[in-house]
């Protein structure tokens, strides 16, 4: 669960782009999976840096190591609680639609890396 000591960061709709953690003086920008950006700073450059940042990378793929081996997923929610994923289908209809709730911040996602060829 995000701490409550976190400051959440909205854009300009409402929309919350991730968190200010406090860090002595400064503060550090996170996004929504708890996961640091930079480096503590002052407040006007983390706030910027979430603005940056915005909700576009959860539309990437990730790894989620499973049962010894990485699956490929995609967000499907995310929460101050939890994040929701769900095996990358790359668009199929049908098939094995499997899904992961895991505990906000965790940590085991990671970045997938791009595909170069079609898989299967």
Do not use: C, N
């Not at 002595?24 to 603005?51: H, V, Y």
């Not at 190591?65 to 929460?79: C, F, K, L, N, S």
Request: aromatic share 8%; hydrophobic share 40%; charged share 30%.
């Amino acid at each position: 669960m995000i701490p409550a000591s976190w400051i959440p960061h909205r854009r300009a709709d409402g929309e919350v782009v991730g968190y200010l953690r406090e860090a002595g003086d400064d503060f550090q920008p996170m996004d929504l999976l708890g996961r640091p950006l930079a480096e503590p700073g002052d407040w006007s450059a983390a706030e910027a840096l979430l603005d940056e940042h915005s909700l576009a990378w959860l539309m990437d793929a990730f790894l989620l190591a499973v049962d010894g081996a990485d699956e490929r997923v995609r967000v499907t929610e995310v929460t101050p609680e939890r994040v929701r994923v769900k095996r990358d289908d790359l668009g199929a209809i049908g098939g094995d639609a499997r899904f992961w709730e895991l505990p906000v911040p965790d940590g085991r996602l990671r970045p997938a890396p791009p595909l170069t060829e079609w898989p299967g």
